[in-house]
């Protein structure tokens, strides 16, 4: 695995994985998810906004172009208004598009995030799922699982890599469709 | 980004960065209250108290949907059936009312200002549901955002505000937030029901109910508020009706095809028939379902604003 630190920076960062990785590691999860779904007639992907929403389109292509997988239904849930820190943080919380054009009733939704880290965002993603039907089951899909930092007891079904990082650290995930490249790195303060 | 004001007291005191802001965040609730469940749970620990010192039935119902689809604690108030009628002043009437820990009030008063000097005197975050014939900012929220769902876009667009312009509170807001929008404002109505010195805020004035047509794009019928009418300001209902009542034939005579709105309640037969109403260039419905929206934005955006006690 690629390691470079960069001391000129004041904020060093770590490549935790490179294109190459996140791409075997993209293809993993798509197997995995056929495995456990089949063909996906049961089956919907649910991207959690706003960052889970790249790693959500990405699978979805893979599934489609790479596994000919027909008629995913994917779908964007944003969690803004359930989150448990309304006027606890200093930023007001900007709300993102949700977007979900298909009945999650009696389905195997299949949330998917980019990080999962303290837990929160899922529990709060697992209310807001509520409010558009009862699902059969709810599963996690995330690209980085941030062990020993979990507020709540919510662990990940399929996971691409598993990091350890402190308090201090950021996972920083940055998508080729949006920030120029395919790359995960580990940001120190 | 964050609302510039603390309180709602008129479109006034607010800035085009503002509405917009609302807009934006009213998108996210319209699609929340079109879920099967339209509840979110974000303002689960903030109270509000709605006091109505004036009748209301759609602002205020439209307020309380707005607070319980946020899962806000809500109390409700009507000066009928209070002690204002035994005496008690607005200021200790609210302040008793927040003694009981209410984070916001909404309000609506027959005195223009009221909600401005109630902001100065209490601690608690104030939204005017109007006051008097001053200002009534969230109607003119939901009317303009009803012209953007419709139109695309507020900003280029001709507005005719038809009707009893002296009365309205209405009026005020909307030309406000018309023009912090870009759109450019006529009012049209009979001169006694015109306010002196208007044309001091940029606004056309047209008495000739089919010119001001000819030239809009969107026109906003207002209802004529008898019950604010202290002289006669017009011979008859029926002559009011006559010249300035928007009727099929006169719709259908005009060259385009132009957005009709109402703020509520409707005269059917006098500001406008019942089959223009009912009409589909009318949106008069949609005006309503966008109200709860909107309110939802602008109660989500004050409260964020409330700091958090850790008690």
Known sequence: MLSEYNSELPMSQKVLLNATEINI???????????????????????????????????????????????????YLDITFYRDDFRRSE????????????????????????VLFTGRSIRSALTAMQSFGRPLEIELLTLIDRRFSRHLPIQPDYRGRQVDAINGEKVKVCWKENDGEDAVYLVKN | MELSVNHLLGIKYITEADIQLIFETADHFKEVINRPIKKVPSLRDITIANLFFENSTRTKLSFELAEKRLSADVINFASSSSSVTKGETLIDTVNNILSMKVDMVVMRHPNPGAGVFLSKHVDASIINAGDGAH?????????SYSIREKLGDVAGKKVVIVGDILHS???????????????SVKVCGPKTLIPKHIEKL???????????????????MLRVQNERMDISYFPTTREYTQQFGLNKAILDSLNKEIVVMHPGPINRGVEITSDVADSKQSIILEQV????????????????????HED
């Open chain 1, 25 to 75: 590691a993209l293809n993993r999860l798509a197997c995995q998810l056929i495995e456990k779904h089949d063909d996906f007639s049961k089956t919907v992907l649910i991207g959690i906004q706003p960052r889970g929403v790249f790693l959500a389109e990405r699978l979805k292509t893979l599934l489609e172009t790479e596994y000919k997988i027909k008629n995913i239904k994917l779908g």
């Open chain 1, 91 to 114: 930023k007001p919380l900007e709300a993102n598009k949700t977007k979900i054009d298909f009945i999650v009733e009696d389905k195997n939704v299949v949330f998917i995030d980019d």
């Open chain 2, 135 to 143: 200002e009534h900012p969230t109607q003119a929220l939901l009317d």
């Open chain 2, 169 to 183: 509170r209405v009026a005020l807001s909307n030309i406000f937030a018309l023009q912090k929008l870009g759109a």
């Open chain 2, 202 to 220: 940029n606004v056309g004035i047209e008495t000739n109910l089919r010119n001001a047509l000819e030239w809009c794009d969107v026109a906003n």
């Open chain 2, 289 to 308: 379902q966008n109200g709860v929206a909107i309110r939802m934005a602008v109660i989500y955006l004050l409260a964020s604003k409330i700091k958090h």
